[in-house]
C-alpha cells in the first residue's frame, strides 16, 4: 500500500481509518509543539498511531505525540493530529501534504491548524494567541510545494487561488469567540521558513521587513494542500518566545518553545472549542 503519493493511496489510507471509526469527521485539528493538552477535550477518543498508517509523517520531535485522535467535540466529530511531522525532518512537501489529504477524503471540509511560533512584531508577548490572517510561504514561495507534480484535478485545481487561504468567515468567528471569553487574541502573518535553525538576527529584521508577524517551521505546506483542496482554513499560532533582533536578545531553545505551548494549551483549547460550538 506504500504505492506513490496521490488518491488510491489516500482512499486505502482513509479506508483504514474508517474501519476504525463511528462516524467521520468533518473538522481537522492539527496541533503544534506542546499542544498536545487540546486534544484531551475530545470525547469517546478513537486513537490511532501514526505508525500504524502507510504513508503518514511520524514525527520525531520532542512534544509531538504521532496519533489521530478522532471522537466528539463541540456537536462535531473531529479529527485531532496529535503531533505533526516538519519539513526539516525530512519529509517532502508532498508527503507533510498526506494526513491533510486523507482528512479530504473521510470528508473534512474545515481545518484548523495551530503551531508554536516567535513572534516579531514587537507588542507581541510569549504566552499570546495569534489569529494568522495570512503567511508568506518563504520555504516554499520559490521551489518545493506539495502541489508540485502533476496534478491530480479531481482533488483541486492546477493553479489554486490563494488569496483567502485562511478563511475570512472563519477569522471572524475566532474574533467574536475570543471577544466573548475576553481572551486576548493578537492577529497576524505567519512565514514559515525550513529550519531547524532558528534565525539570525539579520533573519529577523529580513523578515519583518516582508511583512511578517511570527515565524515558525511548519503549518504553510497543511494550508496550500487544504486550500488546493478546497477547505476552509482556520490558523492560530501560539506565540511561545519572542524573536528580537536586538544583539542582547534571548536565546531560544526548544525546551522553551515546549513550555510555553503547554502553559498556551488550555487556552487554545478554549479558543478551538469556542469556535467549534458554533460551527
Ligand atoms: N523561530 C522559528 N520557529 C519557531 C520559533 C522561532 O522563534 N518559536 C517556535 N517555533
Known sequence: MEGPLGQPLYNAIAALIRQQIATPPDVGIILGSGLGAVAEQ???????????????????????HGELVVGRWANHTVAVLNGR??????????????PVRVLRTLGVTRLIVTNAAGGLEPGFRA???????????????????????????????RFPDM??????????????????KKMRL??????????????????IRFLRLIGADAVGMSTVPEVVAAC??????????????????????????????????????????DLIGGVLAQL
Open 85 to 98: 511531522a516538519h519539513y526539516y525532518e525530512g519529509y517532502s512537501m508532498g508527503e507533510l501534504a498526506v
Open 42 to 64: 475530545v470525547e469517546g477518543p478513537v486513537t490511532i498511531p501514526y505508525h500504524t498508517l502507510p504513508a503518514w509523517p511520524c514525527s520525531t520531535v520532542a512534544g509531538h
Open 127 to 157: 504566552g499570546d494567541l495569534m489569529l494568522i490572517t495570512d503567511h508568506i510561504n518563504l520555504a516554499g514561495m520559490a521551489g518545493p510545494s506539495p502541489l508540485r507534480g502533476p496534478n491530480d484535478a479531481a482533488l483541486g485545481p
Open 186 to 203: 493578537r492577529e497576524g502573518v505567519y512565514v514559515m521558513l525550513a529550519g531547524p535553525a532558528y534565525e539570525t538576527p539579520a533573519e
Open 228 to 269: 488546493h483542496a478546497g477547505m476552509a482554513v482556520l490558523g492560530i499560532s501560539a506565540i511561545s518566545n519572542v524573536a528580537h533582533f536586538a544583539p542582547s536578545a534571548e536565546k531560544v531553545s526548544h525546551d522553551e518553545v515546549l513550555a510555553a505551548g503547554a502553559a498556551i494549551g488550555p487556552r487554545m483549547r
Open 163 to 180: 488569496t483567502r487561504a485562511y478563511d475570512p468567515a472563519l477569522q471572524h468567528l475566532a474574533r467574536s469567540v475570543a471577544k466573548a
